[in-house]
């Protein structure tokens, strides 16, 4: 009798670890399941900020609208995931009134990576965001964009962002390397198509406080 007991018990501590190495084998890597159904790109003033490259031209916010992530539970606790990237991003092209590209000269502003959410215009909040900054992500160049946003990972335990109604946007500002014309439109093309809009030349007049953006007084 004791034996069996004794193989029972040795029998349900194996099981155990099974069912925890299995758990700890699953924590891969997913991306979340996102569309993306719009973009923009505005002209942005900025003031109070010494950057050592003199060859830097106008500053820009560019948003690719995102839209559908999809919640998922996990067993034991573990926190939601997000998986499934429905169509992903083949290139952003920004273009001239001449049709000419420039793309290749722009680069990320890595000094700033929030701007208060009064400064931009509705359609970019999101109604479940109780952050009062919209955040931007810090990139090198142009065309970090679409690597960035069609792998954006999360794993069992953890969001691409600290909040999962943050995966509706991706921001980020940029400059024109030594410009010489301004941008007229900007087209993100993905997998099922292209979304194109006109550059806002219209800038938002704004200061930089510890790299946090606000008002212009």
């Given at each position: 009798?004791?034996?069996?007991?004794?193989?029972?018990?040795?029998?349900?501590f194996?099981?155990?670890?099974c069912?925890c190495?299995?758990l700890y084998?699953?924590?891969?890597?997913?991306?979340p399941?996102?569309?993306v159904?719009g973009?923009s790109?505005?002209k942005?003033?900025?003031?109070g900020?010494?950057l050592p490259?003199?060859?830097?031209g106008?500053y820009?916010?560019i948003?690719?609208?995102?839209?559908?992530?999809?919640?998922?539970?996990?067993?034991?606790?573990f926190k939601?995931?997000l998986?499934?990237?429905?169509?992903?991003?083949?290139?952003i092209?920004i273009t001239?009134d001449?049709?000419?590209?420039?793309?290749?000269s722009?680069?990320g502003l890595?000094q700033?990576?929030r701007?208060p959410?009064?400064l931009?215009t509705?359609?970019?909040k999101?109604?479940?965001?109780?952050?009062?900054y919209f955040?931007?992500?810090?990139i090198?160049?142009?065309c970090?964009?679409?690597?960035?946003?069609n792998?954006?990972?999360v794993?069992?335990?953890?969001y691409?962002?600290?909040?999962?109604s943050?995966?509706?946007?991706?921001?980020?500002?940029?400059?024109?390397?030594?410009?010489k014309?301004?941008?007229?439109s900007?087209?993100?093309?993905?997998e099922?198509?292209?979304?194109t809009?006109k550059?806002?030349?219209k800038?938002?007049?704004l200061?930089i406080?510890e790299?946090?953006?606000?008002k212009d007084?």
């Amino acid at each position: 009798m004791k034996k069996i007991i004794i193989k029972t018990i040795i029998w349900i501590f194996a099981i155990i670890i099974c069912i925890c190495v299995t758990l700890y084998s699953c924590r891969e890597i997913v991306t979340p399941n996102y569309e993306v159904v719009g973009g923009s790109m505005q002209k942005i003033n900025i003031k109070g900020i010494e950057l050592p490259n003199k060859n830097h031209g106008n500053y820009y916010l560019i948003v690719v609208k995102l839209k559908g992530a999809n919640e998922r539970k996990q067993l034991l606790g573990f926190k939601c995931y997000l998986d499934g990237i429905t169509s992903a991003i083949n290139k952003i092209r920004i273009t001239d009134d001449k049709s000419e590209l420039l793309s290749d000269s722009i680069r990320g502003l890595d000094q700033i990576n929030r701007i208060p959410y009064d400064l931009l215009t509705v359609e970019y909040k999101d109604v479940y965001q109780s952050d009062s900054y919209f955040k931007c992500k810090m990139i090198k160049h142009l065309c970090d964009m679409p690597y960035i946003i069609n792998n954006l990972g999360v794993g069992l335990c953890d969001y691409p962002y600290d909040n999962i109604s943050e995966i509706q946007s991706f921001a980020a500002i940029v400059y024109i390397e030594n410009q010489k014309s301004t941008p007229k439109s900007i087209s993100i093309e993905t997998e099922s198509g292209a979304f194109t809009s006109k550059v806002i030349s219209k800038p938002i007049s704004l200061e930089i406080n510890e790299i946090i953006l606000k008002k212009d007084k």
